[in-house]
């Protein structure tokens, strides 16, 4: 690595190398039944180098040839991608944990065992056609570059996916379970996923038209890509950021308030620093409605005359390989902040509404605009402060800058959306909603 | 490459084990509005080993050379901790060993054309929006990949196969005022560089279509009779039918599995729909899976009965039916899974011009925009539409997304079109990308869907 990095520099102003392993093993059982064991041992590595201002970008897998990853990053530099930014020069790092050595230690046979034990607690509650998976994840981040900068960070993820599908759908309710180090799956989580799945057991179809929604951790994906995307340095810069000056403004209901803490290492995922080496520091973006601020990698920071706020990663909205992507502006770790109600007492305050568990086509629709509108899957129907019932044939739809004004209350419980962001239901008024009926 | 496939395999101590070799190389050029963001030209590569153990199949991937025993050992154990806990055995139907080497004739091959060449035909065509006052951004990508795989299995099979699929896509981005309106376009294909030369009037057409939408109504939530053009209604015949002709996807959902019996009467009389990876020059073809099966044409719906299924060599065994060739993988990095190669609906009579008038009153949806399926649900939006009166096309609407439920949907297909168009660009993200996924139909009017509005 060292060397690549000499080697980079003596072609260029300014060099970069990230390099990423992980390992990871996964045990899937579905239909309650043992159906696949998969590991993946995966190393790889990026190089940025910056000449006059412009960047090559440059990445391999096996570092058998050194000469032809520079020359790909030469190659590049063709295309006069504008770089104005330095890298940073990181030495102290916040200290955080987010590691557990004893995940090396964990085998498939313990996956299967917690796999099975949770399959079992499933089926012996609900007639559902139960899917569960349960993986170990080991990944080692190092960047340097020409700065000085040579920071590495270990992490551990177990993650553990459990769903409870309707017979003759592929939908349903599901749970995912994070932490740091393996463990068994938490009974109020498996708790829930049965009480929602045996009251929903019936489907109704009721009238469309506006209702309360309560968006629960899975189908708020569809806010947090718009929110995201509204508040991304990236849609200010490309002016199709709809806030875009609307910092200090109220632009949603004031219970939301909104996060990114990247070093709040209680939750897995945790990063000291991001993809270029910007140290992470906690950032507020929306704070009792008010937007705050937006975040930024060094790029865009650059091309708007702000700070980085550590939020250069190698992302996308669909994950991706990370080596293979340019860094840009993500929130990894996003928090809403709850508030005081129960689920239960949220589900009491509908008099007529939906519980949208998951959402369908989250991706599509105009999402720089705040546009959403998705397919119930399931929304389970409440009447009176009760679940009467789950509704299939139907859509949500609705703009987030309009919706995020009317919140009813918030839930007081953070679930895992996807690995990165920890987010509470939210029960919004006059959302929109279109049945066959 | 293939001496050394053969050596993995031979390490491996069970009753079936297979590795493929990759090498990807992949070049991108994109644009977000005038800025180039990327150019980057880069060749990556890895293995992927399975194996079956005394009906235990497990599967490791690697990257590292010298990790090659280390993964070995993780698979073989795997495997054999599989055999151990399932009742039913993992078998893999019978395929014949093939020895092979197909390297596809392209007219005009991406690797040969100069970057200097590739970036000016971007730019040229990225310029048509930007011309435009009210087109606020772009974003326009060239991508050209090639994965050069090697495919040993224990039974003897060698093949050796390249795919390279070449594409000039992405978003053109309208703005008035608050508003903004994005359209996709699209061109490409897996049989080389000509796919993507003059696109102008492609670029052009789709800016006028996204200025179009600024002044367009958003539709009105509700149920409509709608014509689907081809590119939705392909999107529709992916999405929301087959994958679950896919059998690795109700394999395990019984409910479903007895649903989709063949046989089973689930659409239309008019309905006939087939998978067919082996139309050639087009983005779907390929010659042999990644478990070196032959790809082979599938007949999925006859007359509006299910007549057959996409398999992998596990689930043709597993359900007791023909091997189809459908278990294809990303690149190097994943193990592969049962995928639509080339789905279409078969083509009727009438023209484009009698579905309008056999729809009246309705809606003319144009162009998919992402789409989703649970189950017997699904969701996908249109691009854009336009109402429709006595056949006649009135005006134009915008933020069109459809939810329904297959089963209902497939027996409202009331008329299928004579004017049948492949897609040219993939992407379907069952787990891990498909950029070949090719799916096509002609216009097809379907009864009763749901549109939900704004």
């Known amino acids: 690595m060292e060397k690549s990095l000499e080697m980079a520099k003596k072609v260029s102003d300014k060099a970069e190398i990230y390099s990423l392993g992980y390992t990871h093993n996964s045990v899937s059982f579905k239909n309650a039944k043992l159906h696949d064991i998969g590991s993946k041992l995966q190393s790889g590595v990026s190089l940025r180098i910056i000449k006059d201002n412009k960047l090559g970008f440059a990445y391999t897998r096996n570092l058998v040839n050194r000469q032809e990853l520079i020359q790909n990053a030469i190659n590049s530099l063709e295309g006069e991608v504008e770089a104005n930014y330095e890298f940073p020069l990181t030495k102290e790092l916040p200290r955080i944990d ?126 947090k890509w718009r929110i995201s995307s509204g508040t991304s340095s990236k849609s200010v810069y490309e002016k199709v950021s709809p806030v875009a000056n609307k910092v200090g403004e109220k632009i949603f209901d004031d219970r939301i308030t909104i996060h990114d803490d990247p070093l709040n290492d209680k939750y897995p995922g945790a990063r000291a620093f991001d993809d270029e080496g910007v140290a992470c520091k906690p950032l507020t973006i929306i704070e009792n409605g008010v937007l705050k601020s937006f975040y930024y990698d060094l790029d865009y920071a650059s091309k708007l005359k702000a700070e980085p706020t550590g939020h250069g990663h190698r992302t996308t909205a669909w994950g991706g390989e990370p080596i293979a992507i340019k860094p840009n502006p993500a929130l990894t770790h996003m928090f809403i902040e709850p508030g005081k109600k129960s689920f239960s007492e949220l589900v009491k305050l509908i008099d007529r509404g939906m519980i949208l568990e998951g959402g369908l086509g989250a991706h599509s629709g105009n999402i720089p605009n705040g546009d959403f509108s998705i397919g119930v899957s399931p929304g389970l129907y409440v009447e009176n402060g009760e679940i009467v019932g789950r509704v299939k044939d139907a859509m949500v739809a609705g703009n987030i800058y309009e919706m995020l004004k009317q919140v009813v209350d918030i839930g007081d419980t953070l679930y895992p959306s996807w690995g990165t962001a920890w987010l509470p239901p939210i029960l919004c008024d006059n959302v929109s909603v279109a049945t066959k009926n | 490459m293939f001496e050394k496939l053969r050596r993995i395999v031979s390490r491996v101590d069970a009753d079936y084990a297979d590795a493929r070799y990759e090498i990807k190389k992949e070049t991108i050029i994109s644009f977000n509005g005038k800025e180039l963001a990327k150019v980057a030209s880069n060749s990556t590569d890895g293995y992927v080993v399975r194996v079956l153990k005394d ?166 939530g509700g149920t409509y009779d ?27 959902l019984p409910a479903m599995r007895k649903k989709m019996k063949i046989g089973s009467k689930l659409g239309s009389d008019v309905l006939n729909i087939i998978d067919n990876p082996t139309i050639a020059d087009q983005v779907g073809f390929y010659k042999h899976d990644d478990e070196g099966v032959a790809a082979r044409p599938t007949q999925l719906m006859k007359n509006g009965s299910l007549t057959g299924r996409l398999h992998s060599r596990r689930t043709a065994s597993e359900f007791g039916e023909s091997l189809s060739g459908h278990c294809v993988a990303e690149d190097y990095r994943f193990v592969p899974i049962i995928r639509m190669g080339t789905i279409l609906i078969e083509p009727g009579e009438p023209s484009f011009e009698e579905l309008l008038t056999m729809l009246g009153d309705g809606l003319y949806i144009l162009d998919a925009k992402g789409g989703q399926t649970a189950g017997e649900n699904f969701t996908f939006g249109a691009q854009y539409g336009y109402l429709v009166k006595n056949g006649k096309l009135g005006e134009m609407v915008r933020d069109v997304n459809i939810s329904g439920n297959l089963y209902k949907t497939l027996r409202d297909i009331s008329v299928v079109g004579n004017d049948l168009l492949l897609s040219k660009v993939g992407g379907c993200g069952k787990g891990q990308m498909n950029i070949r996924s090719c799916h096509g139909a002609p216009h097809t009017l379907i009864k009763n869907l749901v549109i939900g509005g704004a």
């Open chain 1, 98 to 223: 987010t590691f557990d050595l004893s995940m090396k230690k964990v085998s498939s046979t313990q996956l299967v065992e917690e796999s099975a034990r949770v399959c079992d607690l499933l089926k012996s509650r609900t007639d559902a056609e139960i899917s569960v998976s349960s993986t170990t994840y080991t990944e080692t981040i190092r960047v340097m570059n020409s700065c000085g900068t040579d920071i590495s960070g270990q992490s551990t993820f177990y993650v553990m996916y459990a769903s409870l599908v309707f017979p003759g759908s592929a939908s349903g309710i599901w749970r995912a379970f994070l932490s740091k180090n393996f463990g068994e799956m938490p009974d109020n989580i498996v708790n829930e996923m049965t009480e929602l799945y045996t009251l929903s057991s019936k489907v109704i179809e009721p009238k469309g038209g506006k209702m309360k929604i309560m968006f629960m951790p899975n189908s708020m994906m569809a806010l």
């Open chain 2, 55 to 220: 009906g235990g199949m497990a599967s490791v991937v690697f990257t590292k050379e010298s990790d090659v025993e280390k993964a070995l050992r993780m698979a073989e154990e795997n495997a054999r901790l599989i055999a151990k806990t399932i009742d039913k055995p993992v078998r893999l139907a019978e395929s014949g060993t093939v020895k092979d080497t197909f390297i596809p004739k392209l007219k005009e091959d991406p690797r040969k054309v100069p970057m200097a060449e590739k970036l000016d035909l971007v730019r040229k065509c990225n310029d048509i929006p930007l011309k435009h006052k009210k087109i606020a951004m772009t974003r326009i990508s060239y991508e050209e990949v090639t994965r050069e795989k090697h495919f040993v299995t224990s039974e003897g099979t060698e093949l050796r196969e390249d795919l390279v699929t070449t594409r000039l896509y992405g978003e053109i981005i309208g703005k008035d005022g608050n508003l903004t309106q994005n359209v996709r376009v699209r061109a490409g294909g897996g049989n080389g560089f000509s796919t993507v030369r003059d696109q102008e009037k492609n670029f052009e057409e789709r800016t006028a279509i996204a200025v179009d939408l600024l002044k367009a109504k958003p539709v009105q």
């Open chain 2, 226 to 252: 709608c014509i689907l053009n081809q590119g939705l209604a392909g999107v529709f015949v992916h999405e929301a039918f087959g994958h679950f002709s896919e059998a690795d996807i109700i394999e395990t």
